[in-house]
Nanobody
Framework: QVQLVESGGGLVQPGGSLRLACAAS????????MKWYRRAPGKEREFVAS????????NYADSVKGRFTISRDNAKKTVYVQMNSLSPEDTAVYYC?????????WGQGTQVTVSS
């Protein structure tokens, strides 16, 4: 079965960096685009970034453009997001996801807290 396991979250000071990872199993990783979403306290889940199956195309939310970088290692079946210049507004639970018709699959999420 599809499994997505996020890791790398934690507490970081404003201006700091974190690198999240999402390890995938149960499907042919290199066939699927991957996405990161986040849900901040009291807010709707929002798109963060996506990457094509071969890693050649990426897309970012305006709120993270220039600060976050999504990447993937198809040999390791892992997708990453490098997050720099973090601010308290980036505090959220971060999820990776795939769409395998007819449904989306989600990981359990990893908490990122940006606070001094």
């Amino acid at each position: 079965q599809v499994q997505l396991v996020e890791s790398g979250g934690g507490l970081v000071q404003p201006g700091g960096s974190l690198r999240l990872a999402c390890a995938a199993s149960g499907f042919t990783f290199s066939d699927f685009a991957m996405k990161w979403y986040r849900r901040a306290p009291g807010k709707e889940r929002e798109f963060v970034a996506s990457i094509s199956s071969d890693g050649g195309s990426t897309n970012y939310a305006d709120s993270v453009k220039g600060r976050f970088t999504i990447s993937r290692d198809n040999a390791k079946k892992t997708v990453y997001v490098q997050m720099n210049s973090l601010s308290p507004e980036d505090t959220a639970v971060y999820y990776c996801t795939i769409y395998w018709p007819p449904r989306d699959y989600w990981g359990q999420g990893t908490q990122v807290t940006v606070s001094s």
